[in-house]
Structures are given as C-alpha cells and as structure tokens.
C-alpha cells in the first residue's frame, strides 16, 4: 500500500484477502494455536519463524490493524496494546530500566504524567519535565548521562500545546536518544511525527482511530530509523543477548526496522500480557476505515466553537490552536495544517465553581471521562482527569483549575454552538 494516499490506507491498509478470502478482516478470537510437531512450535518459541501460538502475546486480527496503522504513520512496525497507557508504558519501558532517566514535555495527559512521575519513578526511573516551548539550550540542560528517551504529546490534552517536533526531535538525537511522541489527538491524518524526526509514535486508539467510544485500546509504531546499535551501551536489551529468549540480540537479527517492535512483543508482552482483544481489534479497524473523513468534521466542528467561544464576553481564555490568536496558531500551521483536532479548552470567569454550574446546564455536550468521540462531551480536568495532579502541577502542565475541555463531535456545528449560548445564560460576568 506505499504507493497509495493517506485516505486510501485508511480503508484498504493493513489487509489484502485473497482470492475467496472474507473481506473484512476476521476476528480470530482464540487463545491459542494447533501446530502439527513441537519442532514447528519450537521454531516460533526461538523467533525463528513467523507465526502465533498464544495471543497474549499475537493475534492475526491485531497485527493486521497493526500493520494498518504503521501504514498510516509511515513506520515499519507496529503493535496494538490494551489502552493508551499501555503503548506509552510500553514504549517507554522497553528501552529503560531501573536507573534510567526520561526528559518528557510537562503538558501531557495527566494519566501519562502520573505513569511516568510516580508508577515509572517507584521502579527506580526518573524524569525531567521541561516546557514545551523551552529553548534549544534549556532542553539540552535536562539531559543526563542516563537519559534514555525523550517523550511528548503531539497536541497535548488538554492543554492544547502543540509541540515542535523538529525541535524535540533535535535535542533527543544530539544526545543519542530517541523521541517518542504520542500522536492521538491529531491522528495520523493530521499529522505524521515520523515525518518530522518522531522515532516511536504512540495513540490511544480508544480516541479518533476508534471514534465511537466503543474499544479501549493502544497502539505502538517504530518509525525503524533510529540505529540502536550506534548507541549499544545505552541500549543493552536491544544490542546485547537476551536470555530470556535464547541469546538472541534483538538489534541484529530484526535491524532498525524490527527490532524495537519484536523486543515489546517478545519481552512486554509476554511478561504483562496488556494485549488488545481481538474484538476491539475488530472495531477498532472499523473506526480507521472512515478515520479520514470523520476528523474533516471534528476539526470543522472544533473551529467553529473555538471561533464562537473567543467572542463570548464571559470566557475568560480559549485554547485552540487553529485560532489565530492562538499562542501555538503558527507552530500548529507547521505541523496541522489541515487542522489539529475537535477538541478545545477554555477557562470561564469565575473559575471552577463557575465551569461545574455551566456544565449543569449542557443539553448536548455530556459529561464524560471521554474525548474524541463521534458524540460531543466535556468535563473539568482538575476534577476528574488530573485530579491526582497539585495546583502547581496543574499549572505547569497548562491546566487550570477551572478549564473546560469539550470534545467537539460529528453534529451540526449550530447545535453545538446553541447548547453553549443556552448554558452561558446562567454564568455570571
């Protein structure tokens, strides 16, 4: 499918049936796998050949959605994991240890901030969090001789940052690292981090790719460029024997293309066991199949509420980073310009007690722990999402406590834009 647009892998990526083969990509929901002599069996214990025996660790129906989405991000290998949380754990710990060191961006999802500030820190990896709008010198500061990735979020949720890829992408290969970034707010429609110097991307497919608030899942993409053998000694699990599957090293035998991949499969994978159902797999590529015309519509939708929003007397602050006036509108011309996402973040005068009363009276817009749906939601991070967060965390990730994030859906934009102006009649200047 390499030499096919965007909206065409979207629908055909991923899976080609042949000749009497179902169209739809079957659902092979079985445990396990029947092999004629031990000896076969064998073979794929020793990742000597190609096959599956036991899908925590492979299915068929998630590799082939797998294969669509590397497609679709430009990579080389990809892999489907049980949530969001699991590809960033993932990703981030199949190339740390105990002792190692992350410089990650402070305006993530609080979620992936906890992961890696507290879950991560308690198996003795620590990290550096840094502005996303910090100079070429002061992401250099926050390097260390044991620093082992660099981590941000495409547009960030919910504060809406955008980040300079190029920029990030930089600082981590000046030393020696690479840069992973998780791409889901945007999606690979609109925007493609590998393009422009990512190595590792990573999506919570429970958002865009899914789209119907019907299938939690994650997804991990190698963009295959990044030389772990260059840098052995920051990367013994990749460039040295594993023993725990026979001696072999990883780098090797499966190059810069594979290897990342078949090491998260072989070793995560196994001992976690965060893999994705073949069912959700199954609806998942459902969603992907009209991925590329649905975010028209939720950018369509995002910027039109945005645009309402800023002309509204009591908002206080409107993020959206397709508003001109927007402290990210030129970055995000660089990296989205076909436009980021639908969702938008914004602060009412009076702050949380006002944002609480003003989403009381939303008739369309439910509350939700959710975003990026085909249906419009809303809720008050501070309060639900990054509620483990302090107030000074909370500022530094660009979170106020009294922002509401709404996650504009598939509905008219007239609808949306009435059930906001209804439910602003009872907040006060």
């Not at 199949?94 to 979620?111: D, K, L, Q």
């Not at 594993?242 to 072989?266: N, P, V």
């Not at 949380?352 to 809303?378: N, S, W, Y």
Request: proline share 5%.
């Amino acid at each position: 499918m390499s030499d096919y647009r965007l909206n065409t892998k979207c629908v055909q990526g991923g899976y080609h049936p042949g000749n009497g083969e179902p169209r739809q990509i079957p659902i092979i929901q079985s445990t396990t796998f029947k092999y004629d002599t031990s000896e076969d069996m064998g073979k794929l214990f020793d990742l000597e050949a190609e096959g599956y025996f036991y899908t925590r660790l492979q299915n068929p129906t998630n590799d082939r959605v797998a294969a669509k989405i590397a497609e679709l991000e430009g990579g080389t290998a990809g892999m489907l994991t049980s949530s969001g949380q699991a590809a960033n754990f993932f990703a981030l710990f199949n190339i740390c240890e105990c002792g190692s060191h992350i410089v990650a961006s402070s305006s993530i999802y609080g979620g992936t901030f906890n992961l890696i500030s507290v879950t991560m820190a308690k198996m003795g990896i620590d990290v550096t969090f840094v502005s996303p709008d910090a100079s070429m010198e002061e992401l250099n500061a926050a390097f260390r001789e044991n620093t082992r990735a660099m981590f941000g979020e495409t547009i960030a949720n919910p504060a809406l940052t955008v980040l300079d890829i190029e920029k990030f992408a930089a600082a981590a290969h000046a030393h020696g690292v690479p840069l992973i970034v998780d791409n889901t707010f945007p999606t690979p429609v609109n925007c493609r981090p590998i393009e422009w110097g990512a190595d590792i991307v990573t999506h919570s497919t429970t958002k865009y790719m899914d789209g119907h608030g019907a299938a939690v899942g994650g997804a991990i993409v190698d963009s295959g460029k990044f030389d772990w053998m260059a840098h052995a000694d920051k990367y013994p699990g990749l460039c040295k024997p594993d023993d725990s599957y026979h001696g072999i090293t990883y780098a090797e035998k499966f190059g810069k293309e594979g290897a990342f991949i078949t090491k998260c499969t072989a070793q995560l994978m196994r001992d976690f066991g965060c893999i994705q159902s073949p069912q959700h797999a199954f609806i998942l590529n459902l969603g992907l199949e009209s991925l590329h015309v649905r975010m028209q519509r939720h950018v369509e939708n995002g910027q039109a509420v945005a645009e309402y929003l800023s002309r509204c007397p009591k908002v206080a602050a409107v993020n959206y980073p397709g508003l001109p006036g927007d402290a990210y509108y030129e970055i995000a011309q660089k990296y989205l310009p076909n436009g980021g996402c639908g969702v938008v973040s914004f602060e009412l005068k009076g702050g949380r007690p006002t944002a609480e009363a003003f989403m009381k009276e939303l008739k369309l817009a439910a509350i939700e722990t959710h975003v990026a749906d085909a249906r419009t939601c809303c809720l008050n991070p501070a309060t639900s999402t990054h509620r483990q967060m302090s107030d000074a965390q909370l500022a530094a990730a660009g979170v106020p406590a009294g922002l509401i994030r709404i996650s504009c859906g598939l509905e008219d934009k007239e609808d949306l834009i009435e059930d906001l102006e209804q439910a602003m009649r009872v907040v006060s200047d």
